[in-house]
């Protein structure tokens, strides 16, 4: 089948390219911009694709057009594929249809930690020879490819619940049927699709209801949002953890031992040892732990797992240095997630100086949905500074944050304070690779 992608430069749908390549389809795409590390991945998989969405593409006899969500009515290729009799469906639904259907799917859902909670589980089903399938919105340092299609039973999903298409405005997650969910968090985020934390709870609720009786929910028992989720009906087997002092035998911990992060029940405590950073990460890894342990993997092989699991890409990532200082590349796009990446890194470096740059590109971020919290998480840093976008019309008043709008005043701030910064932070959902050259000045 001849098959083209609209939208294949996002990390989902290039994991579709590949997985569709894979199936032994013909398989090209367009994208408005490209960049890495998907571009590169693209490449060496021998995928072609076009910058731009120039209807004429559609001229050519594509069997199939896989449609990405960054794809609206409006866009003149999207009215010329809806006038033209070429067949077309969500990334989503093909990805059930042709690959999710016959699996046992593992599902990591939430606001913050997905990519990196996937990629854990993932690494230890394949350290535990399990050969999982697997699709991630993120490049896993232990992999070459964030998507891969194997004869395993077992796939591994991250699960987001922003909307699937313009034709179809249900939660990607939705689609995928899972028979072991993780539900990591659940924070107000996607202001664009959702009005507010109830909307996204409901909308949880509604994956929730297509879990199995025999299939498992693993989540964050501490989470107040997720507890009210539960309330709303739960049909299937529960797995949670907690990191407050817990009398219920049931529920796994996650708790400090001598400096150490250690997961227990019952009494039994086994040490957590990884390269990651935070305690963020330590609920990762603790909920993917009680993913493979419903899946008969021993807690032994878990641990050991996770000593050798290298992170992913932009995910709290040594990318540089610049004289002295140490340069960080982190997805953080959300105030929760900026404020633990701050605070990773000073826990790490102690009585080390940061430097935290919060980039607003996503649509929340934009919206101004969060600008009550962003001052909050952004003042743990030594210095923060913020990139306006030029869509943001909101403003923000802190005395102790910089706002800037371009990368030429943010060179000039860290070459004039480079004496009192250690480390540099750069936070953004969007590609810092610009943002990084102009630093390296």
Known sequence: MKIHILGIGGTFMAGIAIIAKQLGHQVSGSDKNLYDPMKTVLENTNITYKEGY????????????????????????????????????????????????????????????????????????????????????????????????????????????????????????????????????????????????????????????????????????????????????????????????????????????????????????????????????????????????????????????IKSFAGVKRRMELVGKKDHMLIYDDFAHHPTEIEGSIKSLKVKYKNKKVLSICEIKSNSMISGAHKKNLPQALETSHHSIILRSKLSKWTLKSKKINIYNNYDEILKYINLNKNDIDIILIMSNKSTKTLRMHINK
């Open 54 to 305: 120039d209807p004429k593409i559609l001229n050519k006899k594509f069997d199939l057009i896989i449609v990405g969500n960054v794809m609206s009515r409006g866009m003149p290729i999207i009215e010329k594929l809806l006038e033209s009799n070429i067949k077309y469906i969500s990334g989503p639904q093909w990805l059930y249809e042709n690959v999710l259907w016959n699996k046992h799917v593992i599902a990591v859902s939430g606001t913050h930690g997905k990519t990196t909670t996937s990629s854990l589980v993932a690494w230890i089903l394949k350290y535990a020879k399990l050969n999982p399938g697997y699709l991630i919105g993120g490049q896993p340092i232990n992999f070459n490819a964030p998507a891969k299609l194997t004869n395993s039973k077992y796939f591994v999903i991250e699960a987001d619940e922003y909307d699937t298409s313009f034709f179809d405005k249900r939660s990607k997650y939705i689609h995928y049927k899972p028979n072991t969910l993780i539900i990591n968090n659940i924070e107000f985020d996607h202001a664009d699709i959702f009005d507010d934390i109830n909307a996204i709870v409901k909308n949880f609720h509604h994956l929730v209801r297509i879990i199995p009786k025999n299939g498992t929910i693993i989540y964050n028992h501490d989470d107040r949002n997720i507890q009210n989720l539960m309330k709303k009906g739960v049909w299937s087997k529960l797995r949670s953890l907690t990191i407050r002092k817990n009398k219920d035998k049931l529920i796994w911990a996650l708790e400090k031992n001598n400096g150490d992060y250690v997961i227990s029940k019952n009494g039994k405590k086994s040490k957590i040892e990884t390269s990651l950073i935070g305690l963020h990460n330590y609920k990762n890894i603790s909920l993917a732990i009680l993913a493979a342990l419903d899946l008969k993997i021993s807690l032994s092989k878990c641990i050991n797992a």
